[in-house]
């Protein structure tokens, strides 16, 4: 089992930054792939970004490409989601996510899920 816990959510203005964390317990975060998802009101859950277990490879949706960056620190257990240049459009509860093997797109591939933490990015 792994538990996962976001923060870091909030609202801001447009153009403004959040960085959004995901602190990870339980069995060995390193073993997993990391994925940040999020979902807005009457849409599917999204994938923005995904790491590989070493941060060797990275993944980004073009919606969020060159605005988003993902990150790891295995010695803290977290991934991070740093979002400059937000868009209203990017209003919605963001997930991290872990899964056992790196590439999947789909979020039923994801094994564990955090509780999520909302994003609102006023206009």
């Known amino acids: 089992q792994v538990q996962l816990v976001e923060s870091g959510g909030g609202l801001v203005q447009a153009g403004g930054s959040l960085r959004l964390s995901c602190a990870a317990s339980g069995r060995t975060f390193s073993l997993y792939a990391m994925g940040w998802f999020r979902q807005a009101p009457g849409k599917e859950r999204e994938l923005l970004a995904a790491i590989s277990q070493t941060g060797a490879r990275t993944y980004y949706a073009d919606s969020v490409k060159g605005r988003f960056t993902i990150s790891r620190d295995n010695a803290k257990n977290t991934v991070y989601l740093q979002m400059n240049s937000l868009k209203p459009e990017d209003t919605a509860v963001y997930y991290c996510?872990?899964?056992?093997?790196?590439?999947?797109?789909?979020?039923?591939?994801?094994?564990?899920w955090g509780q999520g933490t909302q994003v609102t990015v006023s206009s």
């Open positions: 996510g872990a899964d056992g093997h790196y590439g999947s797109s789909s979020s039923n591939d994801y094994d564990y």
